[in-house]
């Protein structure tokens, strides 16, 4: 897919009426729901945030609409092309293509320093000059001293800012966050989050941003709240 369908000026992530239900426990019978019809827009260079207690489906519906999960009902569309219409394989390739990803647990491969894990999503895309621009990202985010460093030699924060240079590499159209500062402490979660706000300005990237903390989500354009698996936005219910 072209990078430059996403300059259009229609929604960058179209989610419609998105559902999902996973089976009750054993005895109950029936089916428990996650997210009950979601639905709602995102515009290119926009930041989200996604609010609510745990358990509301936050991350399920990030992992819908990164489409690593499908759902039991509606649509997400990318740049007008439907996640769930495509083969798995040709998801995963949209994803790599199209997506970076910030996880509360890092998602840094243990056997890799941190220059092979930032480099490793640019080698598999076939992108050219894989290691120095692997190089030029882990110095922007300050580690150009840790690059031969493998995660467990490394902090926390430190493990978030290869994460992040990971995530930023490829030229991601849309940025994933899954509570990213979840694993760190306070001072050094505000110094991700200025990061990752900085290099999203920076490279005008679209931002879905899910926490349970409301500071951090204030400083995002717009912010959607969820509870009970159900969306909604200054408490207008997505239902209606």
């Not at 509606?74 to 007008?80: K, R």
């Amino acid at each position: 897919m072209d990078r430059t369908m996403l300059s259009n000026s229609g929604p960058v992530i179209e989610v419609t009426g998105l559902s999902k239900s996973v089976p009750a426990r054993e005895g109950q019978g029936g089916e428990l729901p996650i997210l009950k019809d979601i639905t709602f827009s995102v515009q290119a260079g926009e930041s989200v945030a996604i609010v609510g207690a745990s358990g509301s489906g936050k991350s399920t519906l990030l992992g819908l609409v990164a489409g690593l999960d499908v759902p039991t009902g509606g649509s997400v569309q990318l740049a007008g092309q439907s996640l769930f219409a495509l083969s798995e394989d040709a998801r995963a390739q949209l994803r790599g293509a199209q997506m970076g990803f910030v996880f509360q647990s890092f998602q840094l491969l243990p056997a890799l320093t941190a220059l092979d894990n930032v480099m490793l999503p640019l080698e598999l895309a076939g992108q050219p000059k894989a290691e120095a621009t692997a190089r030029d990202w882990l110095k922007r985010v300050g580690l150009e001293g840790r690059t031969g460093h493998y995660p467990k030699h490394l902090s926390g924060g430190e493990q978030q800012r290869v994460a992040l240079a990971r995530a930023f590499a490829p030229s991601p159209a849309v940025l994933l966050a899954d509570e990213p500062t979840g694993n760190l402490d306070a001072e050094t979660g505000a110094a991700i989050i200025e990061l990752i706000f900085d290099l999203n300005r920076e490279r005008g990237t679209t931002l879905i941003l899910v926490t349970h903390d409301d500071a951090l989500a204030s400083r995002c354009d717009r912010v959607l709240h969820m509870q009970g698996g159900v969306l909604s936005e200054a408490g207008v219910s997505a239902e209606l």
